[in-house]
């Protein structure tokens, strides 16, 4: 039982298109993530949600727009791709930092190739 | 804004040997985490390091957190093969649950 999973795991599309990467979790956590590694490997955070209410927006195009219809729930959707898009876009998701760990738990990446 | 340096970036070592990879972080933080990821995978969780003088050892990898010194530590014992991957720190500044990934090192263990 797969705990945090992303569809698709390949994208490849023009320049130009639009495109919708979607992700669940199904061990109970509050808060999903969406962070972007780019070809050097570093990771970076994009979004975050908590309860389906945005918390963390970093410095990303417009472009990307995240959406959570509820709390098991986090997809992201770019407009517009660029070659720059090229990338491997993880969705996480933890318990709140409250009296837990705050421990990521990661799905298994989508490797988004713009051409 | 928080910066997460490790180092060495790359390490090639020979199986048997021991290797401490560094984890320096810029501001106050009493949580860091460490990843391992292999090429291509995803992200899996090796260790949880919640106060200052935590340490934690699975098998062949102990991790260490000295918070004064914003200092974490990944020690390899007796490197094997299978613990070829890039392994992350990542930095709990405690503002939202917004955890700061390090550089990441490439480890690289030969016969």
């Known amino acids: 039982d797969t705990a945090v999973s992303q569809t698709p795991k390949y994208l490849v599309t023009q320049m130009g298109n639009d495109k919708s990467i979607k992700c669940e979790q199904n061990l109970g956590h509050d808060t999903m993530y969406w962070y972007k590694q780019d070809s050097k490997k570093f990771l970076k955070i994009m979004f975050s949600?908590?309860?389906?209410?945005?918390?963390i927006n970093e410095t990303v195009p417009n472009r990307f727009s995240p959406k959570s219809p509820d709390k098991a729930h986090l997809n992201l959707h770019i407009n517009s791709l660029e070659l720059g898009d090229s990338a491997v876009y993880f969705c996480?998701?933890?318990?709140?930092?409250?009296?837990?760990?705050?421990?990521?738990?990661f799905g298994e990446g989508s490797r988004l190739t713009v051409l | 804004e928080l910066k997460v340096e490790q180092n060495p970036l790359f390490l090639s070592m020979q199986e048997g040997k021991n290797y401490t990879i560094y984890c320096n972080y810029s501001t106050t933080s009493d949580r860091l985490y460490w990843y391992r990821q292999d090429p291509g995978k995803s992200l899996e969780s090796l260790f949880v390091?919640?106060?200052?003088?935590a340490v934690k050892q699975e098998g062949r990898l102990m991790a260490s957190l000295d918070t004064k010194a914003r200092l974490s530590t990944l020690h390899i014992t007796a490197a094997v093969h299978d613990l070829s991957a890039t392994y992350f720190c990542?930095?709990?500044?405690?503002?939202?649950?917004?955890?700061?990934f390090g550089t990441g090192t490439r480890l690289q263990v030969t016969l």
């Open positions: 990542a930095v709990d500044p405690g503002t939202a649950s917004k955890l700061t």
């Open positions: 996480a998701s933890s318990f709140d930092r409250g009296g837990n760990t705050g421990e990521l738990f």
């Open positions: 390091l919640l106060s200052n003088g």
């Open positions: 949600y908590n309860n389906k209410e945005l918390i």
